[in-house]
């Protein structure tokens, strides 16, 4: 379905190429995990699939890519439309119009296909990916699965046969991560969609995929196989894996119940002994605390009364849904985003303008 064909890309102005000689065979209807450190090259090999790289970004491209038989190098975005989705990190960023349903039909609109070939595509993906409830919602006023689910249900209805996307989990929480993994499982398993990501987060992706890319950047040579063999040696690794490597486990979890089932002689072995401790904060030291804190965005209650104390030295965890105030709790910490009533003191002083 893919092939890179000894591809080398070397944008304007860079003192060495961003890719280096890949070869790379991927089949039709895989779901395939693209991982590698920030800056080594995955979106640049993303975008190679459907020609964004070079004939938008520029540079300079030797090899080939063929995508189901047609030459990237021939083939710009446009002629390939129809056979690669493209789903960008930031849904919001690639929406054109303001409704669920509009947003879905926009892409076939574009393609010139017929009102009721339109009309019934819609309807598939409303139903394949839960969004019939949601279809004549405003996009702004979605949540941040909702909003990514809409952004591949934009790119589902012109039918494509490859499905790329870029970090689709990175502004996701647990549960909108999942509803969005399980939807990408259904179209590789039950529509035959070859599924082509790049993500961060591996423990969430690495046990769904049929095979793992490795871009390690610096003019090393890309590598793929399957997820238990790549996980062997990848410079970056989901906990779970690190666990393994670290216990000696054949063959290597790539799931918390896979390790569940291997660490009954390791749990054993760690019976009677007492784990290291970090230090304990100071707690007489409040470097940073809130006192019945209200932050409000117009009629909207984003924060509701939360008095908070942060010691010298501790690492506090801060957890909530998409939406629940996290982000907004972050900024009147640091003096940013709407001023609210109640207190925040950061090393005893207002930190806010």
Partial sequence: MIVFDHVTITYPGASYPTLVDVDLVIPEGELVLVVGRTGTGKSTLLRAINGLVPHFTGGTLTGRVIVDGRDTATHPPRELADLVGVVPQDPMSGFVTDVVEDELAYGMECLGLAPDVMRRRVEEILDLLGLADIRQRPLRSLSGGQRQRVAIGAVLTSHPRILVLDEPTSALDPGASEEVLAALQ???????????????????????????????????????????????????????????????????????RDARRAAGPLRDLLVGHTPHLRAVPDRSHVLASTEDLVVRYGRQVALRGVTLDVAAGEIVALMGRNGAGKSTLLGALVGIGPVGTGAVRVNGRDPSP
């Fill in 186 to 256: 259904r179209l590789v398993h039950d529509l035959g969609v070859t599924v082509v990501m790049a993500e961060h987060r591996l423990e969430r992706v690495v046990q769904y995929a049929d095979s793992v890319v490795i871009v390690p950047g610096g003019g090393l040579p890309v590598l793929s196989g399957t997820p238990g063999d790549i996980m062997r040696s990848a410079p970056i690794a989901p906990p779970v894996v690190e666990l393994g490597r670290l216990a000696g486990w054949q063959p290597l979890p790539l799931s918390v």
